[in-house]
């Protein structure tokens, strides 16, 4: 709404990487958990799936963060879902006209993308309160956070579950596919070790700070 | 927002103003914006489904280049259109314009999911010359052989499917028989372990040739060029 | 000792009113297993023996690693883990590839086992949770079955025993062809039934000369160890007892309705897993209610679940899903049959 003064973070560095690390939407956030369990099992679908989320997030966050002085805020979620449904549709017939093939793999979590919380949740916390530059810097680092977390599945799902990546065969032909890997529990079970292996990472983090605090202290 | 009072304050006509003006340009903005995406990839996507179509079609009638579709309705077999009612049915042509066969499709429910594939029936050999898996959820590594198994695929380059005099059915029914033990041309081999998946195929088909095959027989003129 | 309190805590299963601890009861599951083993060792030679040592001794080592991460004091000396290293390896099949027994193993004890907390607090029975993630990951290698009595199975492994890590298993067809004599087909009973209506007769069953899991085929030397912990205390015997009379209550309405469809409860008992899963599986002391009104309950669920499974699913064997599912709501079943406190009467 007009009137009300915004306040502006500085475009840094930090505003892109954050998205990749701190405020990763997938290990951190676990925002829009149903194309990361259901699409991860190529890592070509997860890439596909990553840029057309990623397209989506950054261009429909630029139009809100444009739009954000006129949009009355009683009908801004409606707008907001108008704005990314918008572009998920767009999304959706150039995923079509580019591969058949891909437009069915990803089956319907093309259109699913317009309930992913994330982009619905960027567009409410960061770009209607953003200047235009900002919303599209940190778009493109939580899109490409998005997109490096599927990644991280696909290419694990990918590998142990058909033995090669991005569909060129790594093992030759005597391979043995696990194949629970590519079915759906496999991304429960990958998406899980991720998460635990960053949950190991932070509590190491956090005990080695505390224990230096504690030692700075004592001295 | 009700900490500021909005809910229980009437709403201002302003308000209602801004509301309709904002919601109507982005809703203009957006209709602009999925037209023009929808314009410039229709001819592609046709293309593309075209393309997708034909592959699947010249895979199950070997020598077909040229297609026309046909359908399956209660008078017989009519050249298609869109408000007919009734089963797609692809004619293949070969080189010299001659009818190579046609394709259905055919379905049934398998280990997990409904396999539908696309079958190729020569009506000169009286035989099925080949099959393409549409869609199927059988699990990877066994069901899905179906579809990729050189030997399961060896099956159907010359599965009889001859109607019977009466013109009712098959003279000789589709039937699946263990692995390695197929010895008559009516025949099919199924992949060990995947004996489910297998069953599907051999009863999608089966229940199909029975069904289409004394019709398209009879109605070959139909879809027979003139020369 | 912490698991000694938990044991007591708990109210009414029999064999837990004795001041028994922990290693003591797990020390005579594994006297009637021994039998178990031993009878699969000498039916299917030297395979089934790796298979045995690399199960508990990838159980073993996995346990001692996940103690070490989550700073934990060691739990193997208890004995539970190598159980489950042992039943593991009972419900694999004999020509099982060693690395691939090595990855259930592991799943068994960090997925089944380590991140619920360790010993006394796993929802399911670890061991068949490995043997759950085998089956959905090497579909082929855990349905081919080699046959019993082969000649020489003392002096030579079957190929698919040795496979190199993370390859596909050795074909045995072959390798089994040249060694019997009535051209064996590789089925298990259950599959004969479900797909060729050939009933297995029951001594055969009973004796174990039938193809299978390791540790499946013979029902006899099973149901003696159920026996002997049962009269030990060791054992609800409500437990085994309430599986089979589940897949009885199943199973006999449907072959007197249909005898030509349906197969006899006599084979339904004595075929598969059943036996094994009733006396050995079903019987994981954590995993399993704690009120004797539960018990009952949980145990017909898995009987009857097992015969669903079996007549009507996909899968030939429903078992090991059946006592999965048992683990699961097992929690819920210990919640609603909780008895009323004395002295407590109905709400006014």
């Known amino acids: 709404m007009p009137g009300r003064p915004e306040q502006h973070e500085p475009v840094t560095l930090d505003t892109f990487l954050r998205g990749l690390w701190e405020e990763n939407p997938v290990f951190v956030m676990l925002l829009g958990m149903c194309p990361v369990l259901a699409v991860t099992n190529s890592a070509i679908n997860a890439l596909a799936m990553g840029l057309a989320s990623t397209f989506v997030l950054v261009a429909s966050n630029s139009l809100v963060s444009l739009l954000r002085h006129y949009i009355p805020k009683q009908v801004r979620i409606a707008t907001y879902i108008i704005i990314i449904a918008t572009f998920v549709t767009m999304v959706d017939y150039a995923i079509q006209a580019i591969s058949l093939d891909l437009y069915n793999a990803l089956g319907a979590f093309i259109q699913l993308i317009v309930v992913n919380c994330m982009i619905l949740g960027r567009a409410e916390a960061y770009a209607s309160k953003q200047p235009l530059g900002a919303t599209v810097v940190n778009g493109l680092g939580i899109g490409a956070g998005f997109t490096l977390a599927l990644l991280s599945l696909g290419v694990v799902r990918e590998v142990l579950g058909s033995g090669s990546l991005f569909g060129v065969s790594l093992f030759g032909e005597n391979f043995q596919p696990w194949v629970v890997m590519i079915l759906p529990p496999g991304g429960f079970f990958v998406l899980g070790t991720w998460l635990l292996i960053f949950a190991a990472f932070r509590l190491r983090k956090q005990r080695r700070t505390e224990l230096g605090e504690v030692a700075q202290h004592e001295r | ?227 | 000792m912490s698991e000694l309190r938990i044991t007591t805590d708990l109210r009414s299963s029999p064999h837990l009113k004795q001041m028994v601890s922990v290693p003591q009861i797990m020390r005579n599951v594994v006297y009637a297993l021994l039998p178990v083993c031993a009878w699969s060792v000498y039916a299917f030679g030297i395979s089934v023996l790796l298979l045995l040592i690399t199960t508990t001794l990838t159980c073993m080592l996995s346990e001692a690693l996940f103690c070490r991460l989550s700073g934990k004091a060691s739990s193997i000396s208890d004995g539970s883990i190598a159980i489950t290293g042992l039943l593991l390896a009972l419900t694999l099949p004999p020509g099982f590839p060693l690395w691939m027994a090595a990855v259930a193993a592991f799943v068994a004890v960090g997925l089944g086992k380590a991140l619920f907390g360790g010993l006394g607090y796993n929802v399911m029975n670890p061991a068949l949770v490995g043997r759950a993630f085998v089956q959905a990951a090497f579909p082929v290698a855990i349905t081919t079955w080699s046959p019993p009595f082969l000649p020489g199975r003392f002096s030579e492994v079957i190929p698919s025993t040795l496979t190199a890590p993370f390859m596909k298993p050795v074909p045995i067809g072959e390798w089994i062809e040249q060694r019997t004599v009535d051209g064996f087909s590789g089925a298990t009973p259950l599959a004969l039934q479900k797909f060729e209506q050939i009933i297995t007769p029951w001594p055969d069953l009973l004796t174990g000369t039938i193809a299978g899991s390791a540790g499946e085929t013979s029902a006899l030397i099973i149901l003696l160890g159920g026996i002997y912990l049962a009269v030990r205390r060791m054992l609800d015997w409500r437990l085994p007892v309430g599986v089979m009379l589940g897949a009885v209550i199943v199973s006999l309405p449907l072959w007197l309705l249909d005898a030509s469809r349906y197969p006899d409860p006599l084979f339904v008992l004595l075929s598969g897993g059943l036996m094994l899963g009733a006396v050995f599986m079903a019987t994981d002391m954590v995993a399993s209610p704690v009120t004797p009104l539960g018990v009952w309950i949980y145990a017909l669920f898995i009987g009857m679940l097992t015969v669903v499974i079996r007549l009507f699913g996909g899968l030939t064997e429903g078992v090991m899903y059946a006592i999965l599912l048992g683990n699961a709501i097992s929690p819920l079943i210990s919640l609603v049959t909780q008895p009323k406190i004395f002295g407590e009467g109905r709400k006014p």
């Open chain 2, 1 to 227: 927002m009700i900490q500021e009072g909005t809910a229980q304050s009437p709403v201002s006509p302003a308000l209602t103003r801004s509301m309709l003006r904002t919601l109507g340009l982005v809703a203009t903005l957006s209709g602009l914006l999925v037209v023009l995406s929808y314009r410039i990839t229709l001819p592609i996507i046709e293309e593309n489904k075209r393309l997708a179509i034909e592959r699947a079609l010249f895979k199950v009638i070997p020598g077909a280049i040229s297609r026309q579709d046909f359908m399956i309705t209660d008078r017989g077999i009519e050249l298609a259109q869109s408000d007919l009612q009734g089963t797609a049915l692809y004619a293949g042509y070969g080189q010299d314009g001659r009818l190579k066969g046609v394709a259905l499709e055919a379905a049934a429910a398998g280990y997990q999911d409904v396999i539908r594939i696309l079958y190729g029936y020569d009506p000169y050999c009286q035989c099925i010359r080949g099959i393409e898996v549409l869609k199927m959820a059988e699990t990877p590594g066994i069901g899905d052989k179906i579809a990729k198994d050189p030997v399961f695929q060896e099956n159907f380059t010359a599965l009889e499917a001859r109607a019977n005099a009466t013109g009712d059915g098959l003279e000789r029914a589709i039937v699946l028989v263990k692995q390695g033990e197929k010895s008559e041309a009516w025949q099919i081999d199924a992949i060990s372990g995947a004996t489910i998946s297998s069953k599907a195929i051999a009863r999608m088909l089966n229940d199909s040739a029975q069904r289409y095959v004394p019709l398209i027989q009879n109605n070959l003129a139909v879809m027979e060029p003139a020369s």
